[in-house]
């Protein structure tokens, strides 16, 4: 009786045992399904981010003429549809306008003086903010620095639906700058952080660089009819409801008050020596390099249409519409590849530099319409192939030669962009009237060939796996209760997944996480797969 009796203990210990392990894996399932939908919601939220910014700064371009003629003194107003003005790019992504930037008439020099510094003072303070962006986001997480950013575009919009003059103008620029640059910088940060390994974290970057030139495509339109049919602020008030929409979202899914993601992360390398890294300065390179024909002929292409085929107006503004379905299609294409042939993105990005720079020379030669899209289509194409292949590498660098924490290396990425855009407005111009417009082609196509073989050296590097970082010593221990194993077995579910609420038994591993911040933070001990 006594032995019968035990078995029954024992069994009915297993019982309790096996429904104890049943529960935990049910409320594993339910919190690794809830990390699934919180994290899609999070690229939402990114993407609403990086489409406002791109809109906020195209829907000027229509009304930009009535303030020109009104500091004229209210003479020769010009109509909603002739726009101005360039466009320059933000974080990981940034803004890259995808229709003509058209300014006044050589004659007007002051005009133009002052169109080019106002549409280039948006990346010159971002130029300058971004060191100090991408430390703080690194410092603080991601979330708290994307709500800054997006307050801070908020109220760049509702300045920008009051502005009576050009002082106010340039006052809302720069604050768009200042918001874009963390806004921009965390969003993408957040991206690589919440989608860790291949192919989903591609297919979400290149998610949001579609979103990038949507914005660009759809804000001149939106603009234009809207201030036409019901007066300029309404097209800005629609975008501050918007961007306060997109804020209250990202309050609801993960307040920073509360996120204490930060204290149990590893501390980012220093952004001076993310600098000093040669594989990140060859991408950082490439990406300025590759938008240069973007930034330069945005400025100039208008004024060389009309002068060189007598182009009309409705030519001029459809110049870079086209070019909207190349670039999807080049983000659609290179996450494709990408994950089919993971180790090839330098070959992605050397291909889209090269048909950059061949789409560059072509530009001089054309004599119609119709010719001209053909290499500004190819321009967007190989722009998007680089983009959507170095902005993922740029992670993965960090990854297997650093620490992932990924703030300042896409504050890295956002100044790449910032220099092209910033220098774009001012100085095209110049250089068409000193050298032409053909020498500034061909300068910029030859630019982009010559610095193709240069990804070359990102060939070993796409090789690379990670090996002693502090997410793989995680999973490469072995499991040492029920806790570790539900943990370790998320992790290989998700890459990197949420932890949910309230749990108590964290703590043994939250002081181990600790412990391992002390791994170095440039690991050049990776290995080749």
Known sequence: MSEAG???????????????????????GTAMGEARRQRRLLLVVVCVALLLDNMLYMVIVPIIPDYIAAMRGGGDAAGPSAPAGGNESGGGGGNRSL??????????DNEDVQIGVLFASKAILQLLVNPLSGTLIDRVGYEAPLLAGLAVMFLSTTTFAFAENYATLFAARSLQGLGSAFADTAGIALI???????????????????????????????????????????????????CLLDGVLLLALAPPCIAGARANMPVGTPIHRLMIDPYIAVVAGALTTCNIPLAFLEPTIANWMEESMGASEWEVGLTWLPAFFPHVLGVY???RLAAAYPHLQWFY????????????????????????????CGICFGIALVDTALLPTLAFLVDVRHVSVYGSVYAIADISYSVAYALGPIVAGQIVHTMGFAQLNLGMGL???????????????????????????????????????????????????????????????????????????????????
């Open 6 to 28: 035990g078995a029954g203990r024992a069994r009915d210990a297993v019982a309790r045992l096996s429904e104890a392990v049943g529960e935990r894996r049910r409320r594993l």
């Open 447 to 529: 630019a982009n060939v010559l610095y193709a073989p240069v990804l070359l050296f990102l060939k070993n590097v796409c090789q690379m796996k990670p090996s002693h970082s502090e997410r793989n010593i995680l999973l490469e221990e072995g499991p040492k209760g029920l806790y570790d194993t539900i943990k370790m077995e998320e992790r290989k579910g998700m890459g990197k997944s949420l932890r949910p609420a309230g749990e108590t038994e964290e703590n043994s591993m939250d002081s181990y996480r600790k412990d391992l911040t002390g791994v170095s933070e440039d690991s050049s001990d990776y290995e080749y797969s």
């Open 349 to 376: 990005g050397a291909l889209g530099m090269a048909i950059i720079g061949a789409s560059s020379c072509l530009v001089p030669a054309c004599r119609n319409f119709g010719q001209v899209i053909i290499p500004l």
């Open 99 to 108: 229709l003509p930037a058209r300014y006044p008439p050589a004659a007007r």
């Open 192 to 242: 690589a952080d919440r989608y860790a390994e291949e192919p989903a974290r591609s297919r979400a970057l290149g998610t949001a660089l579609a979103c990038i030139s949507f914005g660009s495509l759809a804000a001149p339109p939106f603009g234009g009819v809207l201030y036409e049919f019901a007066g300029k602020r309404v097209p800005f008030l629609v975008l501050a409801c918007v």
């Open 333 to 335: 294409v290179t996450v």
